[in-house]
């Protein structure tokens, strides 16, 4: 297994609920980047946290907002939920920021808004 | 940003054969190619990745080739297994610490025909 675990596996949502997501990096990992996986397309970066700060962010309005904790764990929060939310949420941790790292994926959370 | 095209959305190849499946970057200063393989409900699994200062890396029946001036980068696999069959996509970012993500493309499914 690669070590990074997400929580839940799947989610059900009403349109206008908010829904957390959480994500353990892989031992010794202090940076994770959250991703966002719409049926048949790549993922597509939403924002990255490392040494719990927020250090950079795509193209996501702000009602995605994150969190990661002491421990290095991460949380994906979603207000306001939205029909076109519907994807597969994924968690990659990284040994940190820079060249020689490559990212590890979770299994991601389908999250279904109806 | 950076932006990532990738071809065939859809390869069918025989068993045994060989497969290549090709990408362009946009942004020059993109130095990290990592390419990922996803089964069906899976991660996203890393199988091969090359730095800009690499032309070329092997990794038993899995290659990449990146050309810089150009811009594009291609994933060859060669004696094609049942097993391959799955989609792959590929990947670019300016990795020295900076504040961007991965860039997809929108992923290539493989099919093994047997």
């Known amino acids: 297994e690669t070590g990074v675990t997400q929580s839940p596996t799947h989610l059900i949502k009403t349109r206008g609920q908010q829904v957390t997501l959480r994500c353990s990096s892989q031992?010794?990992?202090?940076?994770v980047s959250w991703y966002q996986q719409a049926l048949g397309q790549g993922p597509q970066f939403i924002f990255q946290?490392?040494?719990?700060?927020?250090?950079g962010r795509g193209n996501f309005p702000p009602r995605f907002s994150g969190l990661q904790f002491p421990n290095y764990s991460s949380e994906l929060n979603v207000n306001a939920l939205e029909l076109d939310d519907s994807a597969l949420y994924l968690c990659?941790?990284?040994?940190?920021?820079?060249?020689?790292?490559?990212?590890?994926f979770g299994s991601g959370t389908r999250l279904t808004v109806v | 940003g950076e932006n990532v095209e990738q071809h065939p959305s859809t390869l069918s190849v025989q068993e045994g054969d060989s497969a290549v499946i090709k990408c362009t970057y946009s942004?020059?200063?993109?130095?990290?190619f990592p390419w990922y393989k996803q089964e069906l409900g899976k991660r996203p699994q890393l199988i091969i990745d090359?730095?800009?200062?690499?032309g070329e890396k092997k990794d038993q029946r899995i290659a990449v080739t990146l050309n810089k001036t150009a811009k594009h980068f291609s994933l060859h696999i060669t004696e094609t297994q049942p097993e391959d069959s799955a989609v792959y996509f590929c990947?670019?970012?300016?990795?020295?610490?900076?504040?961007?993500?991965?860039?997809f493309g929108k992923g290539t499914h493989l099919i093994i025909q047997p």
């Open positions: 990659a941790s990284s040994l940190s920021l820079g060249l020689n790292y490559g990212y590890t």
């Open positions: 031992s010794g990992h202090n940076t």
């Open positions: 990947a670019a970012i300016y990795s020295g610490g900076g504040a961007d993500g991965l860039t």
């Open positions: 090359i730095r800009s200062n690499v």
């Open positions: 946290y490392y040494r719990e700060e927020e250090n």
């Open positions: 942004d020059s200063a993109s130095n990290y």
